[in-house]
Nanobody, 121 residues
Framework: QAQVVASGGGLVQAGGSLRLSCAAS????????MGWYRQAPGKQRELVAT???????NYADSVKGRFTIFIDNVKNMVYLQMNSLQPEDTGVYYC???????????????WGQGTQVTVSS
């Protein structure tokens, strides 16, 4: 089994910053990409940012220029630095990892439990 654990959420005032961390552990042969998604109350889950093991990034337009995603291929961790937070950023942030657990294995998506980010106005 592989596990993905997200942490670092909290309550912050508008304009503040938070750094989210996500660790993938267990039996992992290779990670293809990792990413962050969020879900606001009453809304669908949406992409925030993704990054491949090679460093290629993709950001939602709403966070571009404010959020930065990093990946550590050795530690199997991904980070999301969130600056200039706005109330609209409030939601549960989920970490994902697309990985294979063996060279002959299939690529599968794993999800963390989510961490709450609340931005007050």
């Amino acid at each position: 089994q592989a596990q993905v654990v997200a942490s670092g959420g909290g309550l912050v005032q508008a304009g503040g910053s938070l750094r989210l961390s996500c660790a993938a552990s267990g039996t992992i042969f290779r990670i293809n990409n990792m990413g962050w998604y969020r879900q606001a109350p009453g809304k669908q889950r949406e992409l925030v940012a993704t990054i491949t093991s090679g460093g290629t990034t993709n950001y939602a337009d709403s966070v571009k220029g404010r959020f930065t995603i990093f990946i550590d291929n050795v530690k199997n961790m991904v980070y999301l630095q969130m600056n200039s937070l706005q109330p609209e950023d409030t939601g549960v942030y989920y970490c994902s990892a697309t990985l294979r657990r063996a060279a002959w294995g299939s690529w599968n998506d794993y999800w963390g439990q989510g961490t709450q980010v609340t931005v007050s106005s």
